[in-house]
């Protein structure tokens, strides 16, 4: 009787840690579906942006802007290389502050961001979208970029570069800002 009471509980526990699973999955799977890189082609010059702030390469340099755009329905980041700097690649996080991936020690781990994306020829530019109604009222984005700064059309330097804002801890220059819709009018 024990044995079959036992088994029972077994049963019913694993099947309770399997719908947890599927739920916590389905739960990323919808949240990865509401974040959607767009093509560089998506036109922002008609909007103006809501929050703007630098992209520091190497903690000092001006390697390009961080602008945040929106319209009645999207949430636009764009990123925008200074003159004389590409961007090879970006990783990008907007949403909870407390989603943001951590490394143990609480720096950011931008290789685990929802967002990447590869330039291997490097790019001035790369437009992000996203649906505001994902998007709680006020949300924080951290956007970090590797660029190279170029000299007569060569590459003279390689760089990781943040969105300048808030430190996430001083033993890391990894930084992020915050954004409210209601700061922003359509």
């Not at 003279?156 to 990894?174: H, L």
Request: negative net charge; charged residues 15%; aromatic residues 12%.
């Amino acid at each position: 009787m024990k044995t079959k009471i036992l088994s029972l509980f077994l049963g019913v526990f694993t099947i309770t840690l399997t719908s947890c699973e599927t739920e916590n999955n389905s739960e990323q799977s919808t949240a990865s579906r509401q974040i959607a890189p767009v093509a560089n082609s998506v036109n922002v010059s008609q909007l103006s942006p809501c929050a703007y702030t630098e992209l520091i390469a190497d903690q000092r340099y001006d390697a390009g802007d961080i602008k945040v755009y929106f319209d009645a329905d999207n949430v636009y980041v764009e990123y925008q290389a200074s003159i004389r700097w590409l961007i090879r690649e970006t990783h990008l996080f907007v949403g909870k502050q407390s989603m943001i991936p951590l490394t143990r020690n609480g720096s950011p781990n931008p290789s685990l961001y929802p967002i990447s994306e590869t330039f291997p020829g490097g790019t001035e530019a790369a437009i992000y979208s996203f649906p505001r109604a994902g998007l709680p009222k006020c949300f924080t984005i951290s956007a970090y970029a590797e660029v190279n700064r170029l000299q007569n059309g060569s590459i003279v330097q390689t760089e990781s570069a943040w969105s300048e804002g808030v430190r996430f801890n001083e033993n890391s220059w990894g930084m992020f800002f915050d954004v409210c819709q209601s700061d922003c009018s359509n």
